[in-house]
């Protein structure tokens, strides 16, 4: 790998986003999203889902009920970053985000979701609730009706506009930034590591 080219470190980029989608030991499986909730920054870790290199989106899977939901509605704005200490690259993406509750798109995603995951979504009163104790929420998956947790089911579709990758090497780290304007023309350009 030539870290030392931008056009061969997007490629390297985007085939580590892409990877990270089924390989569970890439902490590119797990990224770190961050959104605006009043005037604060929330983080937090999210399972990738899919990712599409042309079109510039990772899709995640929320609860709708969920705070982040929430701030993504009211501002869009999202930053992910991940690193992965097996590669010894960072990537950091900022774009916006919307979401998909109760249309095609959901609908899609829910029926490739196995049931482990569908489970959480019957969860009552939806994640960040404020809850006295905690055990009163645990349930068994052969209890419900897996299906009924549709109605709680988002999936975030986050788009970035720009992507700064940062590679760890002894020889000299290597870190540069590619900006998309909004006719998908790129810019980039090397930063001091
Ligand atoms: C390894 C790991 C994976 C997670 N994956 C997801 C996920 O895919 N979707 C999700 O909504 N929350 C996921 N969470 C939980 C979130 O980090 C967070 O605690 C929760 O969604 C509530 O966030 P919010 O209050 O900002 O909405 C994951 C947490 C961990 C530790």
């Excluded at 929320?62 to 509605?73: G, M």
């Excluded at 992965?84 to 985000?97: F, L, N």
């Excluded at 979504?121 to 905690?134: E, L, M, Q, R, T």
């Excluded at 788009?159 to 930034?177: A, I, M």
Aim: glycine share 4%; net charge positive.
């Amino acid at each position: 790998m030539n870290y030392n080219n931008k056009a061969k470190i997007m490629q390297r980029a985007f085939e580590l986003i892409r990877d990270g989608i089924k390989n569970r030991s890439s902490l590119f499986h797990t990224l770190t999203m961050s959104t605006i909730h009043d005037q604060e920054i929330y983080s937090r870790v999210m399972v990738l889902r899919d990712f599409n290199a042309s079109k510039r989106f990772l899709r995640f899977h929320s609860d709708y009920r969920s705070k982040k939901v929430q701030a993504i509605k009211n501002n869009p704005a999202t930053s992910v970053i991940g690193y992965d200490p097996e590669s010894k690259t960072q990537i950091r993406m900022v774009g916006t985000s919307i979401i998909n509750h109760n249309n095609k798109e959901s609908k899609k995603a829910w029926k490739e979701s196995q049931a482990i995951s569908k489970k959480c979504y019957s969860v009552k009163d939806g994640s960040s609730h404020a809850i006295v104790n905690p055990e009163l929420y645990d349930f068994h998956i052969k209890d419900i009706d897996l299906e009924n947790g549709y109605k709680n089911f988002a999936t975030i579709i986050f788009t970035f506009s720009s992507l700064e990758f940062l590679y760890l090497q002894r020889s000299g780290h290597r870190r540069c930034k590619f900006i998309w304007d909004k006719e998908g023309k790129v810019k980039s350009y090397w930063l001091v590591p």
